[in-house]
Nanobody, 123 residues
Framework: QVQLVESGGGLVQAGGSLRLSCAAS????????MGWFRQAPGKERESVAA????????YYAESVKGRFTISRDNAKNTVYLQMNSLKPEDTAVYYC????????????????WGQGTQVTVSS
């Protein structure tokens, strides 16, 4: 009953930047922790970042620390992922997810998922 729609994906060169957005509807957005996950072809889904209800706490996978920033604007029911210094290994489908619990970097803890947006980083 929570709908999540990602946008902002595309094709960029290595070293470039993208900003992903995830618009939520159907529930009180501020009641959920939010996360970003990604899945490359032939690989399992992996955690990227997570943020608490209020945005006061954020967590990142080691592979993206210092390059990616997760944020949220509860007034706009939107969570963002700013991706800088992109690398070819960042190429994947990126998913937004909502979690009624804490902002853990564990995909099975999330209850609602968006459809994904493709990010391709060329070398």
């Amino acid at each position: 009953q929570v709908q999540l729609v990602e946008s902002g994906g595309g094709l960029v060169q290595a070293g470039g930047s993208l900003r992903l957005s995830c618009a939520a509807s159907g529930r009180t957005f501020s009641s959920y922790s939010m996360g970003w996950f990604r899945q490359a072809p032939g690989k399992e889904r992996e955690s990227v970042a997570a943020i608490s209800w209020t945005g006061g706490s954020a967590y990142y996978a080691e592979s993206v620390k210092g390059r990616f920033t997760i944020s949220r604007d509860n007034a706009k029911n939107t969570v963002y992922l700013q991706m800088n210094s992109l690398k070819p290994e960042d190429t994947a489908v990126y998913y937004c997810a909502a979690n009624r619990g804490p902002p853990v970097l564990v995909s099975r803890s999330y209850d609602y998922w968006g459809q994904g947006t493709q990010v391709t980083v060329s070398s």
